[in-house]
């Protein structure tokens, strides 16, 4: 919601509205934190894209083309997201995604529904004796949770696009994000519940196919295409050297207004396509199989969803504030700075907690 602010925001205040996270970056605070942020950001987003094309190209070898390789697969997968990017609008890739999300949805429900009718009391679940190391009986380190973290938060990245796509409106910003966040939360909580009560027990393959190949298709779109908007921005600073055309905070602070963005540079877009999607598909498949890869998951996990979701948009969004013209804009967030402060510490305990366990 922190994010939904800032991009809103600057919408109202005149400014062309940034859609990369570096761009948001270069706005409130400088270009030096803005280069910094986009490569914690791009290494988080290949970890992740790297994960769902290779898992992809696995899961569908090992239930249905048997006879095709996974690593085919796999490059088949990128090479899909990469002409959806290229050739579709963000309006089509969001349709796209609803129709991967409604799937999600349907199998997931077909999967929970049985299981929690079938579990025992939930008070009897809730109150059971947490599992950890048999050995030592110490409880299961939070880090090894780092890598579930970091997938969740993902569709984050499409904030800034989502609230572009509804015309930054605010109403209607608040209903996606919120809902957006809240329902995976729901879901994956009520799994657990019904998992732990033994609620889930066999389960349809067919059902943990398509439910698989959904949430990594939705995914890995999601990643790939923060990522194509995340260098496209990162080519037109350092390479085509074009003058920088988005907000600084002195600019709004005098409500200056700026011409509408002119339309994509295709040798940019395709560049920028190539960068997000085809590195992660090779780093992918090399090392898939060993525990580099899983490190690099749970690295990112643990110190970088933080930083990006959770203490980079309450920076941003206070930044943002404390530097508004006299013109009152209401914020996004009740209740003055308590919530980014609560998210910041909330993000920051999250990363402590990690490393310590």
């Known amino acids: ?38 490569a914690l950001f791009i290494f988080m987003n290949y970890c992740i894209v790297a994960f769902d094309t290779t898992r992809c190209g696995e899961i569908l070898n090992e239930r249905i083309f048997s006879e095709i390789g996974a690593s085919q697969i796999s490059g088949g997968f990128s090479a899909i997201i990469a002409f959806l990017i290229a050739t579709f609008s963000n309006k089509s890739i969001s349709r796209i995604s609803a129709v991967l999300t409604t799937f999600m949805f349907i199998t997931f429900g077909t999967i929970l529904i049985p299981g929690l009718a079938l579990m025992q009391d939930p008070i009897t679940t809730m109150s059971a004796r947490a599992l950890g190391d048999p050995v030592n009986g110490s409880l299961i380190p939070l880090s090894s949770v780092a890598p579930i973290f970091l997938t969740a938060m993902i569709y984050q990245n499409i904030v800034p696009t989502v609230v572009k796509i509804l015309s930054y409106n605010r109403k209607a910003s608040v209903v996606a994000v919120t809902v957006g966040s809240t329902i995976p939360a729901l879901m994956f909580f009520a799994y657990i519940l019904a998992s732990c009560g033994g609620g889930v027990t066999a389960i349809n393959p067919s059902l943990i196919t398509i439910f698989a190949i959904s949430s990594l298709s939705g995914s890995g ?17 350092f390479f085509l050297k074009e003058p920088d055309k988005m907000c600084s905070i002195d600019d709004i602070s005098s409500l200056r207004n700026v011409n509408e963005v002119e339309p994509k540079n295709m040798a940019v877009t395709i560049a920028a396509i190539l960068l997000a999607t085809f590195p ?30 959770g203490i980079l948009p309450a920076a941003l969004a206070f930044k943002l504030r404390q530097e508004e013209p006299n013109v009152v804009i209401p914020n996004l967030l009740p209740f003055g700075n308590f919530p980014l402060l609560l998210l910041a510490v909330s993000a920051l305990s999250f990363s402590v907690v990690c490393a310590l366990s």
């Open 1 to 38: 919601m922190a994010i939904s602010e800032v991009a809103i925001k600057q919408k109202e205040m005149g400014c062309e509205t940034p859609t990369s996270y570096k761009d948001f970056t270069n706005t409130c605070f400088n270009k030096e934190i803005g280069s910094i942020v986009s």
């Open 221 to 237: 779109l999601a990643a790939s295409l923060s990522l194509e908007e995340e260098f496209r921005s990162i080519i037109k600073e």
């Open 280 to 309: 992660p598909l090779a780093v992918g498949i090399l090392y898939s199989h060993g525990s580099t890869f899983v490190d690099a998951l749970r690295w990112a996990g643990t110190y970088g969803s933080p930083i990006v979701y």
